[in-house]
């Protein structure tokens, strides 16, 4: 389901490995703190040691923000708690980093896409801006890039959020019949 809405938007991200997978992301981050986005996670792996040793290689304004966010896949329910990150960030920006193999990924957006409906007057009536960033892991998905494009607004690479067409040129969105 494609989310897009006034405040709502999702982001699709291509990595290789954990590696760089948190090499991607961590600009992106510490610019999102910058901006004063909370920042939320649903990770079926745990890449919390991953995380500190690469901001600890790097010179990070934000290092000590980066590092609290939970990198672990230790949340006390990893799907359900996204109500509760939603809900104690009302009218704020909030960015929700989702992580797994593609089962995890499905059911995550299942769980976000219900509660954002379930609450999108409210989300709108606050301003309350969420960005979702879904990460595939390339080998897993490389054969269903164009249905992953399909359900996202835009992609998220090492040089930051891009239009789809600028990553992918010959990429066409298939419209919707109904």
């Given at each position: 389901?494609?989310?897009?809405?006034?405040?709502?938007?999702?982001?699709?991200?291509?990595?290789?490995?954990?590696?760089?997978?948190?090499?991607?992301?961590?600009?992106?981050?510490?610019?999102?703190?910058?901006?004063?986005?909370?920042?939320?996670?649903?990770?079926?792996?745990?890449?919390?040691n991953?995380?500190?040793?690469?901001?600890?290689?790097?010179n990070l304004?934000?290092?000590?923000?980066?590092?609290?966010?939970?990198?672990?896949?230790?949340?006390?329910?990893?799907?359900?708690?996204?109500?509760?990150?939603?809900?104690?960030?009302?009218?704020?920006?909030?960015?929700?980093?989702?992580?797994?193999?593609?089962?995890?990924?499905?059911?995550?957006?299942?769980?976000?896409?219900?509660?954002?409906?379930?609450?999108?007057?409210?989300?709108?009536?606050?301003?309350?801006?969420?960005?979702?960033v879904?990460?595939?892991?390339?080998?897993?998905?490389?054969?269903?890039?164009?249905?992953?494009?399909?359900?996202?607004?835009?992609?998220l690479?090492?040089?930051?959020?891009?239009?789809?067409?600028?990553?992918?040129?010959?990429?066409?969105?298939?419209?919707?019949?109904?």
């Amino acid at each position: 389901m494609n989310m897009q809405k006034k405040n709502i938007m999702k982001l699709c991200s291509f990595y290789v490995s954990d590696w760089h997978l948190i090499t991607m992301l961590l600009p992106y981050i510490n610019k999102k703190i910058n901006e004063e986005t909370e920042i939320a996670t649903i990770l079926e792996n745990n890449i919390k040691n991953n995380v500190e040793t690469l901001v600890k290689k790097l010179n990070l304004k934000n290092e000590q923000k980066i590092l609290n966010i939970n990198w672990s896949n230790k949340n006390e329910s990893k799907q359900s708690n996204i109500s509760k990150i939603i809900k104690n960030n009302i009218g704020k920006n909030i960015l929700v980093i989702v992580n797994g193999n593609k089962e995890f990924i499905k059911n995550a957006n299942e769980n976000i896409d219900t509660y954002i409906e379930e609450n999108i007057e409210k989300i709108e009536k606050t301003n309350t801006t969420i960005k979702i960033v879904n990460c595939y892991e390339i080998v897993e998905f490389n054969g269903s890039i164009i249905e992953i494009l399909d359900i996202h607004d835009k992609v998220l690479n090492t040089s930051g959020e891009k239009e789809i067409n600028e990553v992918f040129e010959d990429y066409n969105r298939k419209e919707k019949i109904g």
